[in-house]
């Protein structure tokens, strides 16, 4: 014990590469390696990565963690506006709400589709939901580091809980959705279909999960992705049928590039969703009555006249199989996902 | 010693941070487009070892002290044990979950004290009737009362910390690491706090203190890691002497310490040997 008290001043030990090995430690430490020793007495390193299993165990043991952090954050993000809560259900009402405005009072364009506003918000409320859970995903670790930091928890309960808040919102936009729809506005009625609301956007939601977490990752270790996300969003907004309907492009373009963008998630999650709560939609979809040239032709060249004629031409990607593609997604985003984020799970919080 | 059980145990453990946007380049477009243009790796990117190469083993019923100069490295060391940085060679072994409480370690700002109390604790693995049952008990810890319903932000730094402090020690950890937490309190949480941790440590467990308080190394510790830049300078279970060396060191004159204080610290440290 004495022999400690050999080197006194710091300066001596500085620039000492082998400072355990100087001898001043031998009393405290044992003789054997230390990592035997430590494994031979049960400890496990630290910053270790839980295996697959026991991670997911973990994750669903913090499931409590996981709601009331959603719900925090949710209650947080209005507590400084005077309106508070009430913010949920208006934010997609004054979003559908300039929709309206311009496409219903002002421009009183179809682009071919009929029921337009109808299509139109319900593509914007569907898309939103992915597109937010991108970006909150995105910034979940940087948002978060000082509970990072501070507990140990396995960090893939930060976005699943950020997806989470997106969630909740999503059912108050699917409730304002369902008004405007019902609505004079858009004359859809309601049906048996509409049940197939509940698969969609569960499969949008698992999709969205994986999306989050892979997201999560990236964002917390490229700092230059958030400059860039807006730019991705935007463009797959813009290929994703939410403004238009992505069959009005067959004039212009190839066939199998058609066929692609419909089955580009964001498109197939709008798809699945208009189908199940537009009959305007189910009506008009290509592939829906047998081909007719004729009548596919007039469509193409006047479709502000004949709306429900589309459904005379061909489809591109076959509709009956655009749920297998939609569970496809959800299956692919969430194990690529998780898997992509908890590579890293002792990377976060780090630096 | 040998047949006491180790907690944690640290084989040549190295910690870097690697900060961007340190100074060196200065940032204009211009710069970087002829770096990206000149494939030069990013300029701005600095390294900082902050640990080269520390050892140590705390054994189960240890208090460790951990001192040095600011910027030593004693926070990023509890960081490590609790595995909250990933090592970039060598590592740190403990029995399981450690928790950390730091003066720095906010948790959510926006949110209200209230909120912030069962979102810790089910971040620790509580469920949701234990956060409820502890819930009464660590408000009552910590000593803040009202302020409870009010958001984080509003707290004075010794609240907040004291608020964490006890949000931590609400569960029974093996390895409970406290940096700081204890100096922003007054003085009668810091009494309440030296109990919780005397308590932590009967109930089996191993407690870290980094502390610029020597006098209060002295009075909970049994053992010290005195670090400088990153490396051990001295450590061991003769607490008084390395302190000691260590005020020395640092330019002060030698505590004059009470005989009693001297002979109950001697005395702890003879048992454990």
Not at chain 2, 38 to 62: L, N, P, Q, W
């Amino acid at each position: 014990m004495n022999d400690e008290r050999r080197l006194s001043a710091p300066g001596h030990l500085l620039g000492d590469e082998s400072v355990s090995s100087a001898g001043i430690q031998t009393s405290v430490l044992p003789d054997e390696p230390l990592a035997e020793f430590a494994l031979a007495h049960g400890l496990r390193p630290s910053a270790a990565r839980p295996p697959v299993l026991a991670y997911i165990k973990q994750l669903w043991r913090r499931w409590n963690f996981i709601v009331a952090f959603a719900t925090a954050r949710n209650i947080a993000m209005y507590t400084e506006a005077r309106l508070g809560q009430l913010w949920q259900v208006l934010t997609p009402l004054l979003n559908a709400g300039v929709y309206f405005l311009i496409f219903g009072l002002l421009l009183k364009i179809n682009r071919g589709v009929p029921d337009y506003l109808g299509f139109l918000v319900t593509g914007v409320f569907v898309f939103n939901f992915t597109q937010r859970a991108f970006i909150s995903s995105s910034n979940v670790i940087t948002d978060s580091l000082p509970l990072i930091r501070a507990l140990q928890f396995p960090r893939a309960s930060l976005p699943l809980a950020y997806v989470m808040i997106e969630f909740q919102q999503m059912l108050l936009s699917m409730a304002v959705l369902a008004v405007i729809l019902l609505s004079p506005l858009c004359h859809e009625p309601i049906t048996w279909y509409w049940l197939l609301a509940i698969p969609a956007l569960m499969l949008q939601t698992a999709f969205n999960v994986g999306v989050g977490l892979f997201v999560a990752r990236i964002g917390s270790q490229v700092n230059d992705f958030s400059q860039l996300l807006p730019f991705l969003l935007r463009t797959w907004l813009y290929v994703s049928g939410v403004l238009y309907s992505i069959a009005t492009l067959q004039i212009r373009t190839d066939r199998w590039v058609v066929a692609l963008l419909e089955i580009n998630p964001a498109a197939l999650y709008i798809t699945l969703m208009r189908n199940a709560l537009m009959l305007s939609q189910r009506q008009s979809a290509p592939g829906t009555k047998p081909y007719n040239a004729r009548l596919c032709a007039e469509w193409n060249t006047k479709a502000a006249k004949y709306l429900y004629d589309s459904a005379y031409c061909h489809y591109y990607a076959n509709p009956d199989h655009f749920w297998y593609y939609g569970i496809g997604w959800a299956a692919f985003a969430l194990v690529v996902g998780f898997f992509f984020f908890w590579r890293a799970e002792v990377k976060y919080g780090r630096g | 010693m040998a047949v006491a059980e180790p907690m944690v145990v640290a084989d040549d453990l190295h910690i870097v941070y690697r900060v961007y946007g340190a100074g060196g380049d200065r940032g204009t477009a211009a710069t970087v487009l002829l770096r990206i243009l000149g494939r030069k790796t990013r300029a701005s990117i600095r390294e900082v070892h902050a640990i080269r190469g520390v050892s140590f083993v705390a054994y189960r019923g240890d208090c460790v002290g951990v001192i040095g100069r600011n910027g030593s490295g004693k926070s990023t060391l509890l960081r490590a044990v609790a595995g909250l940085l990933p090592p970039e060679q060598g590592n740190v072994y403990t029995t399981g979950e450690a928790s950390l409480l730091g003066v720095n370690a906010a948790l959510l700002e926006d949110l209200t004290g209230e909120r912030n109390v069962i979102l810790g604790c089910l971040a620790m693995g509580m469920t949701k009737q234990e956060a409820k049952d502890k819930y009464p008990s660590i408000v009552d810890f910590s000593g803040v009362g009202d302020f409870i319903d009010l958001p984080m932000k509003t707290y004075s730094s010794g609240m907040g910390s004291r608020l964490r402090f006890a949000i931590a020690a609400a569960k029974t950890q093996e390895v409970l690491l406290v940096d700081e937490a204890l100096a922003t309190g007054d003085a009668e949480f810091r009494v309440k706090s030296h109990a919780r941790i005397e308590e932590l440590r009967d109930q089996a467990g191993t407690v870290f203190l980094v502390a610029h308080n020597l006098a209060e190394i002295e009075q909970t510790c049994n053992r010290v890691i005195w670090m400088e830049r990153g490396q051990i300078a001295m450590q061991g279970e003769d607490v008084i002497s390395i302190v000691d060396r260590y005020i020395e060191a640092s330019g002060g004159a030698p505590v004059l310490r009470d005989p009693v204080t001297r002979e109950r610290l001697g005395g702890r440290e003879t048992a454990k040997t």
